[in-house]
């Protein structure tokens, strides 16, 4: 028994560090991403990046793959997947029209305490003290480093709320299915949804890229997959109660981008609630190593 809990806590382990490491990718992402969208349609850069990232996936599968994941027994939870993805895409960036960026990102991330609560009504599982202290508090470290101020409208607000809930729900939706399927498959299967929605608008959209975006648009494709690959596998190891809260360093990841690419430099709010985030996150780690050693030596 204590050997079975043992291996439980070394994977939840692992599972975080993947997932540290996916959410860090994905801030370089979210950096280029802000680069390219200032010459370019937001759903063509999802469907060249999508595009990118399905090419790399059939290299290494073969194109049979797409017709086993379209006729497998999880199709549905797939395609719901890609549809809560393109909603989450879709809210976010019709809410940045009337948001602040401080208001739009304190109440996105409110994402990993969707994702902690889901995980107990539709995962069954058991969030320790540990979880949701780090969840709370590293929820209050990003409202200190946003600083929202001022009233806000009540529909932009709620679309960002569905972005967050949206993206909560595809990672308890790859926690669910990370056991049947590979993420190789999870991969391609989203992103061949979102080329497939995506190609619809082209014609309607499609500006020509200079070659600076297209070396842009490669290394988006590349960063893209990465982040994915690494965050698929931290779910499928860890519970997602125990990876939501360190969603949290993606945002201590943008100011730095911020500041080296922009020249942004933030006041002190953010660097004091970035120091609640990364505290909130230690917290857990050393919660996480501290019941890992305790259940090996018990």
Same mark, same amino acid.
């Given at each position: 028994?204590?050997?079975?809990? @043992?291996?439980?806590? @070394?994977?939840?382990? &692992? ?36 595009? &990118? ?50 208001? &739009? ?27 949701? %202290? %780090? ?22 607000? *709620? ?17 669910? *299915? ?65 990876? %939501? ?14 500041? &080296? ?38």
């Amino acid at each position: 028994m204590s050997s079975e809990a @043992s291996h439980l806590q @070394s994977r939840t382990m &692992l599972g975080i560090g993947y997932a540290l490491a996916g959410f860090s990718i994905f801030s370089i992402q979210d950096a280029t991403v802000k680069w390219l969208v200032t010459s370019l349609p937001v759903w063509e850069v999802l469907f060249l990046r999508s595009i &990118l990232i399905v090419i790399g996936c059939l290299a290494i599968t073969g194109p049979r793959r797409l017709v086993e994941i379209a006729t497998g027994p999880n199709r549905n939870a797939l395609l719901i997947r890609t549809a809560l993805i393109l909603t989450a895409w879709l809210a976010y960036f019709t809410a940045s029209r009337s948001l602040h960026l401080a208001e &739009l990102v304190t109440i996105y991330f409110s994402t990993p305490i969707f994702a902690v609560v889901l995980s107990v009504f539709v995962l069954k599982e058991t969030v320790g003290l540990a979880r949701w %202290a %780090a969840t709370l508090v590293g929820f209050t470290g990003v409202v200190i480093a946003a600083s929202p101020a001022g009233a806000v409208h009540f529909v932009p607000v *709620i679309l960002v709320l569905i972005a967050a809930f949206s993206w909560a729900w595809t990672n308890i939706l790859v926690r669910m *299915i990370s056991s049947k399927e590979s993420s190789l498959n999870l991969m391609l299967a989203s992103n061949a949804g979102v080329v497939v929605v995506c190609v619809l608008t082209l014609p309607f959209v499609w500006v020509t890229p200079d070659l600076f975006s297209l070396l842009l648009i490669l290394m988006l494709g590349l960063v893209g997959a990465s982040g994915q690959f690494l965050l698929f596998e931290g779910y499928r190891l860890a519970p997602a109660s125990a990876v %939501a809260p360190f969603e949290y360093i993606t945002l201590i990841w943008s100011f730095g981008w911020g500041f &080296l690419i922009w020249g942004d430099w933030p006041p002190l709010a953010v660097f004091q609630g970035a120091g609640l985030i990364l505290a909130s996150g230690l917290c857990l780690i050393l919660a996480e190593s501290w019941k890992s050693r305790s259940l090996r030596h018990a």
